[in-house]
């Protein structure tokens, strides 16, 4: 009964009517902005970054509109369905182009439209220089329209559309500067290991189709919460869609390419880290909640992913001096932070979101600050290098700072709120698992708080160790105003969004009851003040290393193995090249030479063992045509005697 | 209308018009020829808009008897999936005679070729090419079939690169090798059919006919085998390398975008309704071939340093895919596989296109002479970028369209065969941003600088994919080129009528974009809303896939299954 009920909740989208029927606005405005740009040429180069900006601004503006039109409905007809057109008909298989507003898609149209449009404007400033600006910023647009038709798609197929260019856009914008080698290495990379997890996605498309005979989300739920799918069939859906999600996300053992991203000039970090990208992989769980929820073995595979990459990132960010790195590492772990969330099944859908809105401000922030401190430095990324930062840099160091504080779940910032949920439903858990999760989690929390003090405190404090012709400055208006509205962002996003469980209450039609007051498994004052003493010891640590220590400009290479594992990613580069990539190569080299030599070769053995091949090959350079006629003649003679045959048989 | 007759006759009269034009007015020639290319393509479209794809059966059909004595027809129709092959075919030429506008000036300077000699060669092959799709006589398909490589033979063994005589000599014993069985087969359906009445090669009434169980394997096979050679399907695929890379870019983007083609449509015209029964049964062998060539193809693209190798490769790869999608036997599949024919027509041809742009800016097909392009030509990188993401699939492209659908149409029958095959989609990627990252990104190159003398032909680490390479090097086409034979592709530095003629290289001229932006329209136009044409394939593959799915038809999703049950 339970499962009809649920069947019949999701199957019914209301049709999109009066500003409803607007939404496809959202994303074709940004992608004019872009086909503006790339097809306009020179002519654009004098307006065109202006026109991004207002493409994406205005795509904010509806997003903001729509978003109250929703929350002007009733609770249960906030799900809005606008069919577009017909897309791919072939019989049996019948896919619309079609697009979704509801709770879950709106909360992401808000946040891409938001915190995309700030990181234009940033980018205005930081960008002001580089004889590419109009490509960059029509990339930017790109990407925007990408990250929405991702979460606006009606069916996985749709979906499946705009996280494919979600990939094309973050391939272009990482090589944005196509003169620097390594940038297209790592652009490749990050295509590479994304296709990688879309075989998954594309798979489990498939295995809808021949399973429901759709791919719309309406009739994939219905048939999963109406008990439709057989449990082996769930948990392949399940693990497909999380290979997937690892993917786009960044999280093990498909994290690699992420780090590496950083190739891109720094606002593109920003909008892959914080706004677009890598939480798509965190959406597509949500979205697909009435899957995981009928599977628990997927869950399961989900959590483990979720306290590996968490885990991993943190080590890896202890190690590393670079800024930007760093923040890419604390990314792959907060992910890490959501995907455990998410993993925990209706308990946690929420709260993965919640920790990713809240993500979103503190992460764009901090990426905008480390751009603000390269800008200053010329492009220097080396936190052994800098120091001393705050004097020069007032407006930059306390907006990082705020995002710092945020980061790390300092009361009462954003992340407070939204990392002390996620270690609190995982002791929820119960059981063993439970407290194994949440010991992970916590000790996640500790690392993370130790690693940002580290990276903070050698950027901003302590003596200055950069080189004296270089002359820190603050960073222009377009650069600092963006900064401060994320800044006041990551400051109080996280507690006005669990304020009354406001973002949960909003959620619960799309995600279900979230985490039920009253059954814990250690009372939420313990939890909250353990997680604070964990974080604070943390923070000490990275305080008494760093700030009370003389930080050495070279780092030190007497170090533990475990350092030098973390320098080296844990090996996991490694571990990809000698296992898929020196193989791969072999294997590709060895067929070519097999291709020429042996498949060829034996062909063409067996024709000169016949005929002399290359003998006769000269003689019919001078008179092919005749042999050929004289060919074209004995086969007529063959059909002619042939039919001859038979008229007389 | 007899519409496709008026298609055949066109261009095989331009090609004998343009061959007659004076050698000394080689532009009255490329003129002449554009114009009946343009007359084709309007009449074609014209064609497309008077089809009812309502309608069943084969439209514009026209029927007279040829040589009564044997049953042979003059029989010409065109159901959905001809019609867009013709409408690829129309679409092609007048690209690739804009874009080998000069192609072969170099050539002809020389006096030992023409330039009237070529374009009059892609009309005659236009011809062929209308014929072999229109053709709904199995013999005056035959005809057709071995009259097309006529042309080809001598577009590659005359305008193509050094090793051209070795290529062209390959690539027509393997085409007659297959032709040959072929005709065995064709003549063996004849004498089947005098067992039911009067023999005849009519296609209508020869399809339906019952044949004996061995026979129909035997006959299939005979079909088949010169279908695989003509499309290539992995093992018989070693000619396409050569024949590709060989040719010069017109005749390859014809060869790989049009002729390779007619084997995938033999494939799902002839094989599968004349032959239900052997399809059937011989249909694991051909998905797995289809298989192992998507990977096959793939890995090689991989390892290839000249670039028109790479691209044959891919198509070898793509191949796999339609080959998949037709064997599968769902409609969602042979739809796709149609589509795919199409698409693979466009993305390939114009990553063709932009191959062989680039060769005419440095002339070398070393992968390792460019890097950096993205810094001199930034226009041609854009339009190489875009190619070679639709050769990838990428989503909101045509060719994304098409492959998905032959792999959920694949899935639905055969799982396992359809997972291994998505695989695929990580190699593709691979090859095409490999090339992307070797050829276009990295340091601003120093032979293209701006002012500079221009560029000077690339010799390789090892010269042996430069054009000056020494053509020996296979060691059976020793002795094509004799002493004081000059090697005619090799580019001179300063050409007259190239675009090295400039100091510094210069970027997608307008000739080139406007050869181009037809093919990348169309991959972007159908991959947003590819619905008017697989209106038109839809019901053609649905009812070639009648017989034969009988009485099963496509697959039905197990989880309605399981609920009936309830």
């Given at each position: 009964m339970t499962h009809l009920l649920a069947a019949t909740r999701v199957e019914h989208y209301a049709a999109a009517t009066g500003s409803f029927k607007l939404t496809w606005l959202l994303l074709v405005l940004p992608l004019l902005g872009a086909t503006v740009l790339l097809l306009g040429g020179k002519r654009t180069e004098k307006w065109g970054h202006y026109f991004a900006i207002a493409m994406a601004g205005a795509s904010f503006v509806i997003g903001v509109v729509l978003f109250f039109a929703l929350k002007g409905r009733a609770g249960d007809s906030r799900a809005i369905n606008e069919h577009l057109f017909s897309w791919i008909p072939v019989n049996g298989f019948q896919v619309d182009a079609g697009l979704l507003l509801d709770q879950l898609s709106s909360v992401f149209v808000l946040l891409i439209t938001g915190v995309g449009t700030l990181i234009h404007v940033y980018s205005l400033g930081y960008m002001a220089h580089d004889p590419g600006r109009r490509r960059f910023f029509a990339y930017l647009n790109l990407f925007l329209a990408s990250m929405l038709l991702l979460v606006l798609g009606n069916s996985f197929l749709s979906l499946y559309v705009g996280w494919e260019m979600v990939g094309l856009s973050s391939y272009l914008l990482i090589q944005f500067w196509v003169h620097k080698s390594p940038a297209a290495t790592a652009a490749n990379k990050a295509f590479f290991f994304n296709r990688i997890g879309d075989v998954g996605l594309s798979i489990a498309i498939m295995l809808m189709f021949a399973t429901v005979g759709s791919t719309s989300f309406d009739k994939v739920f219905g048939a999963a919460a109406g008990g439709q799918l057989t449990k082996a069939t769930l948990a392949g859906l399940g693990l497909l869609l999380l290979l997937g999600a690892c993917g786009k996300s960044g999280q093990f053992p498909l994290q690699g390419w992420l780090p590496d991203a950083m190739e891109g000039p720094t606002p593109v970090s920003a909008l892959i880290h914080a706004a677009t990208m890598v939480t798509a992989g965190v959406y597509l769980i949500a979205r697909a909640h009435p899957i995981f929820d009928g599977s628990q073995a997927a869950r399961t595979v989900v959590v483990i992913i979720g306290v590996v990459t968490l885990l991993y990132g943190c080590i890896i960010g202890c190690a590393y001096d670079d800024i930007k790195k760093v923040f890419a590492y604390s990314t792959v772990s907060q992910i890490g932070y959501m995907f455990l969330a998410v993993g925990l099944g209706p308990a946690g859908y929420a709260l993965g979101i919640l920790h990713l809105l809240a993500h979103g401000f503190f992460k764009a922030g901090l990426f905008l600050g480390a751009g603000s401190v390269m800008h200053a430095m010329g492009d220097t990324v080396d936190a052994r290098r800098f120091g001393g930062l705050w004097k020069v840099m007032p407006i930059t160091w306390v907006c990082t700072g705020l995002g710092y504080l945020a980061i790390i779940g300092c009361p009462p910032f954003s992340g407070f709120w939204t990392k002390d949920k996620i270690i609190e439903v995982a002791f929820d858990k119960g059981g063993t698992s439970g407290a194994l999760l949440g010991t992970a989690a916590l000790l996640g929390a500790g690392l993370t708080a130790f690693y940002m003090t580290r990276i903070f405190v050698m950027t901003f404090h302590g003596e200055k160790r950069w080189r004296p012709d270089f002359h820190p400055h603050e960073s222009q208006r377009t650069m600092t105003v963006p900064m401060i509205i994320l800044a006041v962002g990551s400051a109080f996003a996280g507690g006005l969004l669990v304020f009354g469980a406001s973002l949960q209450n909003w959620l619960e039609p799309v995600v279900g009851k979230s985490a039920e007051e009253g059954v814990h498994t250690i009372s939420p004052v313990v939890l909250t003040l353990l997680t604070l003493l964990v974080v604070a010891g943390g923070v000490a640590g990275g305080y008494f290393r760093y700030q009370l220590r003389p930080v050495a400009v070279l780092a030190p290479s007497q170090v533990t193995p475990l350092t030098r594992a973390a320098r080296a990613n844990l090996y996991t580069d490694a571990a990809n090249e000698a296992i898929f990539m020196r193989p791969g190569q072999w294997l590709t080299r060895m067929l070519v030479f097999a291709d020429n030599n042996g498949i060829d070769g034996a062909v063409r053995a067996l024709a000169a063992g016949i005929g002399g091949l290359s003998g006769r090959l000269r003689r019919t350079q001078t008179g092919f045509v005749r042999s050929y006629a004289l060919s074209m003649l004995g086969g007529a003679v063959v059909i002619a005697g042939a039919l001859l045959l038979v008229r007389i048989g | 209308m007899p519409w496709l007759t008026i298609l055949l006759i066109i261009p095989a009269v331009g090609s004998l018009f343009v061959a007659l034009i004076p050698k000394t007015n080689p532009h009255l020639a490329k003129q002449t020829a554009l114009f009946v290319s343009l007359v084709e393509l309007a009449l074609t479209i014209a064609m497309i808009i008077d089809?009812?794809?309502?309608?069943t059966g084969y439209q514009f059909f026209q029927r007279y008897d040829w040589i009564k004595a044997f049953g042979v027809h003059y029989e010409v129709g065109v159901d959905g999936i001809a019609l867009v092959l013709i409408g690829l075919a129309a679409l092609l030429v007048p690209v690739v005679l804009i874009a080998s506008w000069n192609e072969v000036d170099d050539l002809a300077m020389t006096g030992r070729r023409s330039v009237r000699g070529y374009f009059s060669l892609i009309l005659a092959l236009q011809t062929g090419m209308v014929g072999v799709f229109a053709s709904l006589d199995v013999f005056l398909f035959y005809v057709f079939f071995e009259a097309i490589l006529i042309p080809m033979y001598f577009i590659i063994g005359s305008y193509g690169g050094p090793q051209r005589a070795y290529a062209s000599v390959k690539f027509l014993l393997y085409s007659l090798f297959g032709g040959l069985i072929m005709l065995a087969a064709v003549i063996g359906l004849f004498v089947v059919s005098t067992k039911h009445g009067s023999g005849t090669f009519d296609f209508v009434t020869l399809r339906g006919m019952p044949i004996s169980d061995g026979v129909e394997k035997l006959l299939f096979l005979g079909f088949f085998l010169a279908f695989a050679i003509k499309a290539p399907l992995f093992p018989f695929h070693t000619w396409l390398p050569d024949a590709g890379a060989e040719a010069p870019i017109g005749g390859a983007v014809l060869l790989v975008g049009v002729l390779d083609k007619i084997g995938t449509f033999g494939l799902i015209r002839y094989c599968i309704p004349l032959f239900p029964d052997a399809s059937r049964y011989f249909a694991p062998l051909v998905l797995a071939l289809a298989v192992v060539g998507i990977f096959y193809g793939a890995l090689l693209a991989i390892g290839q340093r000249d670039m028109k190798r790479l691209v044959s490769y891919t198509s070898l790869a793509h191949f796999g895919f339609i080959a998949l999608g037709t064997y599968a036997l769902t409609t969602q599949g042979g739809t796709g596989a149609v589509l795919y024919m199409v698409n693979h027509g466009l993305s390939t041809g114009a990553l063709f296109l932009c191959v062989g742009f680039l060769i005419a800016r440095r002339g070398t097909r070393d992968v390792d002479g460019y890097r950096g392009m993205f810094q001199v030509t930034p226009k041609l990188g854009g339009v190489m970028l875009i190619a070679g993401l639709s050769a990838l699939s990428l989503p909101g492209l045509s060719t994304f369209v098409s492959e998905f659908l032959v792999l959920v149409g694949t899935f639905t029958r055969y799982r396992a065969l359809a997972i291994v095959a998505t695989v695929g989609i990580v190699l593709s990627s691979i090859y095409v941003l490999y090339l992307i990252q070797r050829t276009l990104t990295g340091p601003r190159p120093a032979w293209a600088t701006v002012g500079g003398e221009g560029p000077a032909p690339f010799h390789g680490d090892e010269g042996d994919l430069a054009y000056a390479a020494a053509p020996a090097e296979l060691g059976v086409a020793a002795g094509v080129h004799g002493p004081g034979d000059p090697d005619l592709s090799m580019p001179e530095p300063v050409t007259p009528g190239g675009v090295r003629r400039r100091g510094a290289v210069r970027d997608l001229s307008l000739r080139e974009a406007i050869a181009i932006a037809p093919l990348l329209g169309l991959i972007v136009v159908f991959g947003v809303y590819p619905k008017p044409i697989l209106d038109i394939i839809r019901p053609a593959v649905t009812a070639t896939l009648q017989d034969i799915q009988h009485p099963a038809g496509d697959p039905v999703p197990t989880a309605v299954l399981t609920g009936a049950h309830k």
């Open positions: - | 089809f009812d794809n309502k309608k």
